[in-house]
């Protein structure tokens, strides 16, 4: 199977999860795009969609699926979003998409996060895929510094603006023992956004494309 089929499977496998009749949050991403075309075969199932992008907005409306205002919504069920890496615990690096500020937000009010990946996204420690950072842009050198500090090696993501205005470091050459306390140690830094470890607010379920089938890995 290629990596494309794996992501259609678990974007498929997705579907299951979603339940009638409410809103749902939805990420983005080439797997979340999959996942966005299977959502629309059951469109009339469910109210709409919170989107975690542009891109994704632009999808869900093609679809005729109605895109909420986070502010309008009191309950998210369920958010569906795919990961750069998800390790044993459950914990994510996101953001290789850019999207991690608006996921990050809607992943905080999902009662449930399922993670759709293809089994390359599995690994035993975070951070050789480099870890995502939306930074104020005057603030970039400065969190630059601290990040190098932090023992990594940023680099600024060439040509790139979120849809909240801010730039991205990727952060390389990193081996995360502790992501919950990385997470907190780069959130204290003046100037950070968001930081696209997903370890305080990992995921719930991973739905996992491999050659043999759909796997689940439920976190606890
Ligand atoms: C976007 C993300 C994506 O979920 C992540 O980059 C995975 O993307 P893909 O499904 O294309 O591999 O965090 O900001």
Do not use: W
């Not at 996992?208 to 606890?220: D, L, P, S």
Request: some cysteine; glycine content about 10%.
């Amino acid at each position: 199977m290629t990596q494309d089929e794996l992501k259609q499977a678990v974007a498929h496998a997705a579907l299951r999860q979603v339940p009638q009749g409410e809103i749902i949050g939805v990420g983005t991403g080439s797997t979340v795009n999959f996942f966005i075309d299977a959502l629309a075969t059951m469109k009339d199932k469910v109210r709409g969609a919170v989107s975690s992008s542009e891109r994704s907005t632009e999808r869900l409306k093609a679809h005729g699926i109605e895109v909420f205002d986070l502010n309008v919504v009191e309950r998210i069920p369920v958010y569906v979003d795919g990961a750069d890496e998800i390790d044993p615990s459950g914990a994510m690096i996101k953001g290789g998409g850019g999207a991690l500020t608006r996921e990050k937000i809607i992943a905080e009010v999902a009662d449930r996060f399922v993670c759709i990946v293809d089994a390359s996204k599995l690994v035993p420690v975070l951070g050789k895929f480099p870890l995502p950072v939306e930074v104020v842009p005057m603030a970039r050198e400065l969190v630059l510094r601290r990040l190098r500090a932090l023992g990594g090696e940023p680099r600024l993501r060439e040509g790139y603006i979120t849809d909240n205005g801010n730039v991205i470091l990727d952060v390389h050459g990193l081996a995360i023992a502790n992501p919950r306390e990385f997470e907190s140690s780069i959130n204290q830094i003046p100037g950070v956004v968001t930081v696209g470890l997903f370890a305080h607010r990992g995921a719930d379920l991973a739905l996992v494309g491999t050659a043999t089938g759909v796997q689940e890995h439920a976190y606890v």
